[in-house]
């Protein structure tokens, strides 16, 4: 069972950064992603990057601002977030896939983090 922790969220003004990590207990097998929730809305897909850190894909509402990457022990995914918005407030989670290739749906990541809070002030 790999467990995921999620670290680096908090509270931001509009336009700055903030930059996620997720530890996991073990080397992933496959993509690692990262989805975010805010309130009163359903769990949506922001960022994935695959095993080799070669291939990444990202939501429409992150191109250009956030960039994913990971380290080459495989255990370890970062969200670098930029010109930071009020509405990509949400909790972000982590999560890792034992599919092949990235994967952008809810259902098709097997592992989660906790979530960590991202709050964005106007």
């Known amino acids: 069972q790999v467990q995921l922790v999620e670290s680096g969220g908090g509270l931001v003004q509009a336009g700055g950064s903030l930059r996620l990590s997720c530890t996991a207990s073990?080397?992933?097998?496959?993509?690692m992603g990262w989805f975010r929730q805010a309130p009163g809305k359903e769990r949506e897909f922001v960022a994935a990057?695959?095993?080799?850190?070669?291939?990444?894909r990202y939501a429409d509402s992150a191109k250009g601002r956030f960039t994913i990457s990971r380290d080459s022990a495989k255990t370890t995914v970062y969200l670098q977030m930029n010109s930071l918005k009020p509405e990509d407030m949400a909790v972000y989670y982590c999560?890792?896939?034992?599919?092949?290739?990235?994967?952008?749906?809810?259902?098709?990541?097997?592992?989660w983090g906790q979530g960590t809070q991202v709050t964005v002030s106007s």
């Open positions: 999560a890792a896939t034992t599919l092949i290739g990235l994967r952008v749906g809810v259902r098709e990541y097997d592992y």
């Open positions: 073990e080397r992933t097998l496959s993509s």
């Open positions: 990057v695959s095993w080799s850190g070669f291939a990444t």
